[in-house]
C-alpha cells in the first residue's frame, strides 16, 4: 500500500534562516508559527500558536537564505521527517521537521531585491513578468529550482479548466 506525505503551512517565521553547508551542499532552517482562533465554549476568541521546524535543502535553501526574514508570512509545502541522533552526553534525542519542498512568500511590499534577484537568476526580460514579482508572491521549488508559477496559473475559469 502507498502512503501520503504532504505538509501544507501557511505561517510566520520565527527567525531569520540559520544556514548550514555540508559538503557544498546548503541547508536552510527556520521556526515557523502558525496559528488557529477559535471560541472556546464561554465565547472567548482564543489564539493557539504551534511552532514547526522546517528545512530547506539546496537550491531552495540558496533562495531562502537571500529572501527570507523573520516575521515574513510564508505558504510552505513539504513532508514530514524525523530524525534521530545522540547529544554531547549521550542522551538520544529524536525531532520531526518539514522538508520543504517548494514555499511561497506571501508578505507584500517585499520588491526590488525579489524583482533584482530573479532577473539576475533568470534574465527576465518581460515587463508583465517583473509586475508579477513585484507582489512579492512567487513560488520557488526544488524541482525546478527558481521556476515561478504566478496565482493566475493556479486559477480556474469554469469546470471545464479543471484537470480532473
Known amino acids: 500500500m502507498i502512503g501520503v506525505n504532504k505538509v501544507i503551512l501557511i505561517g510566520n517565521l520565527g527567525k531569520d534562516p540559520e544556514i548550514v553547508m555540508f559538503d ?8 515557523l508559527a502558525t496559528t488557529e482562533q477559535y471560541k ?7 489564539d493557539e500558536t504551534e511552532w514547526h521546524n522546517i528545512v530547506c535543502w539546496r537550491g531552495l535553501a540558496d533562495v531562502a537564505d537571500k529572501f527570507l526574514k523573520k516575521s515574513m508570512q510564508v505558504y510552505i ?16 534525542r529524536r525531532t520531526v521537521e518539514v522538508v520543504a519542498e517548494n514555499f ?3 508578505t507584500k511590499n517585499y520588491t526590488m ?4 534577484y530573479l532577473n ?16 512579492g508572491e512567487f513560488t520557488m521549488d526544488t524541482d525546478n529550482n527558481l521556476s515561478e508559477i504566478s496565482s ?8 471545464k479548466d479543471l484537470p480532473f
Open 77 to 92: 509545502e513539504g513532508k514530514l521527517k524525523s530524525r534521530q541522533w545522540e547529544d554531547r552526553d549521550g542522551n538520544k
Open 24 to 31: 557544498n551542499v546548503k541547508k536552510a532552517s527556520f521556526p
Open 152 to 159: 493566475d496559473d493556479l486559477r480556474f475559469k469554469t469546470n
Open 120 to 135: 539576475s537568476q533568470q534574465n527576465v526580460e518581460s515587463h508583465d513578468m517583473m509586475d508579477e514579482f513585484s507582489t
Open 40 to 46: 472556546n465554549h464561554e465565547g472567548i476568541k482564543i
Open 113 to 116: 531585491q525579489n524583482t533584482n
Open 104 to 106: 511561497k512568500i506571501l
